[in-house]
């Protein structure tokens, strides 16, 4: 079983930056592909960003050149950079880890991103 645990969420200004932070129990972040969801109330939880176990990255299209996705491997730990955040980013905000099956199953509790206009 893998636990993820995520932090670095917050309040901000529109035009402002947060970083989010997803520490896995155990190693898995060098070896799996690991994802940044969100969700809103009401919709369904989508991918924002992901990086593969490769090293490749993927941004929904409208976080495209304003959200990096990175991690830290030897701290296990998995970043979300988001810059110019704007006031229809606010939702909360998982971290997801891949399993052996090949799709997202290991999830974090998740931290809530507000962006004030």
């Known amino acids: 079983q893998v636990q993820l645990v995520e932090s670095g969420g917050g309040l901000v200004q529109a035009g402002g930056s947060l970083r989010l932070s997803c520490i896995a129990s155990?190693?898995?972040?060098?070896?799996?592909?690991m994802g940044w969801y969100r969700q809103t109330p009401g919709k369904q939880r989508e991918l924002v960003a992901e990086i593969t176990r490769g090293g490749s990255t993927n941004y929904e299209d409208s976080v495209k050149g304003r959200f990096t996705i990175t991690r830290d491997n030897p701290k296990n730990t998995v970043y979300l950079q988001m810059n110019s955040l704007k006031p229809e980013d606010t939702a909360v905000y998982y971290c997801?880890?891949?399993?052996?099956?090949?799709?997202?199953?290991?999830w974090g509790q998740g931290t809530q991103v507000t962006v004030s206009s």
């Open positions: 155990r190693r898995i972040v060098s070896s799996n592909a």
């Open positions: 997801a880890a891949e399993s052996w099956r090949g799709i997202y199953e290991y």
